[in-house]
DNA sequence: ATTATTTCACACCTATCGTTCAGTTATGGA
DNA sequence: TCCATAACTGAACGATAGGTGTGAAATAAT
């Protein structure tokens, strides 16, 4: 009992051994990079060791395999979209200003292959329940957010206080996610910026 | 040759030879249904057999693998669709009544896992260029038809003449496929409805 | 009934999947 | 310097992937 107490309490501190030759951070941004193009299904282990450089047994050991890794690059994408999404959706005061910032912020770099979120929701029957919980709780939280600022706007008098908010919510939330699969047949950015001009018409 | 040229001809008489046991429609059918729920990498041939009941062997010859079998099935899916879509949106006379029409008649059934077309096109990388660029020729097919209404709308005096109908018709096309991806996290069709009268809104 | 032809069932192929094990190397404290 | 510990390497694990060969079963013309 008490060496394992001992040996718990002492296991942080590195007090002897072999260093790590790589960075976990960096490792799961590859692995992450991966499963985005990829899909989970479509990514293998000897792709992953090759990426990142580190060896299966390495792999599996630090992020419990394939299953393990992909959760976690998950929630590092996912930890990074709920951050894009509250930069802008979040920011003081709440209302239309944020709506449009956030639609004028969105870019399809080049290589552009969806959205790790959304790619991850369609692949439900492959993904743990955990995964896809993760990726559905990012959804809600965005549309949530949008309806935020949705209801601020009522309030201010921006929008019209007949206006039902949450169907306007659940559209954007759509649109964001539309948009992630036009832009897998043309990622343009000024197209989207059209699109995104027409669905704001309806917040005027 | 000219053994060859008859055995050529005459093929596609059966003459003689054991009958096959299974209707390749309905077999189709079956491939569709798993590769729409668990896409293309995630469908084994194992429960391609164990679900259409045709042998491995068979399933080869018939159709030429799962890569064969995939774009079969695919194709009877995107065929499905395209027809889904003519029927509301090629209607005479074309107008924003179709497109209301369209946003109407969609139906999430239960257990929805999506629109295979939208799967395809987030699943790229994992399937043939052929099965990819179907999947996007059908989706750029339902933008032109949202298209074309909104221009006769817009002849008929239905839309304001300044509007921006290929902005529009992008923007239609992605709320279509928005819906589909906001129907997997929740598929009521009522609230479906509520999205899709908020953005038919931008067409009064 | 015989026979040519086609399909079917079973088992087997190679390749690769994700996972794991010994054996070796590197590190920090005694 | 030696040792206890942790991490790395390469090979190999069993399971299963998709694809295939062989012989039996079924069919229609002879």
Not at 47 to 59: D, S, Y
Not at 78 to 91: M, N
Not at 102 to 113: E, K, N, P, V
Not at 124 to 151: G, I, P, W
Request: proline content about 1%; aromatic content about 8%.
């Amino acid at each position: 009992m008490i060496n394992l107490a001992l040996s718990h309490s002492t296991r942080d501190i590195r007090l002897m051994g072999r260093r790590k030759s790589y960075d976990r951070d960096e490792v799961l941004v590859k692995a992450m990079e991966l499963f985005w193009a990829k899909g989970f299904e479509g990514t293998h282990l000897s792709e992953l060791v090759e990426v990142t450089g580190v060896n299966r047994f390495g792999l599996y050991g630090e992020f419990g395999g394939k299953e393990g890794l992909f959760q976690q690059a998950l929630d590092l994408y996912l930890q990074g979209t709920l951050s894009a999404y509250r930069e802008t959706l979040d920011a003081k005061p709440h209302g239309l200003g944020n709506i449009q910032e956030y639609f004028r912020r969105l870019s399809y770099g080049d290589a552009y292959h969806g959205c790790l979120m959304i790619n991850t929701l369609t692949e439900q029957d492959n993904v743990t329940s955990d995964a896809f919980s993760a990726a559905r709780e990012v959804y809600c939280e965005a549309r949530n957010l949008f309806l935020k600022n949705l209801q601020e706007a009522q309030a201010a008098g921006e929008l019209a206080p007949d206006r039902d908010v949450d169907a306007l919510a659940n559209l954007l939330s759509t649109v964001d996610s539309g948009l992630s699969i036009h832009g897998i047949v043309s990622p343009s950015d000024s197209e989207k910026d059209a699109i995104a001009a027409q669905v704001l018409r309806l917040l005027d």
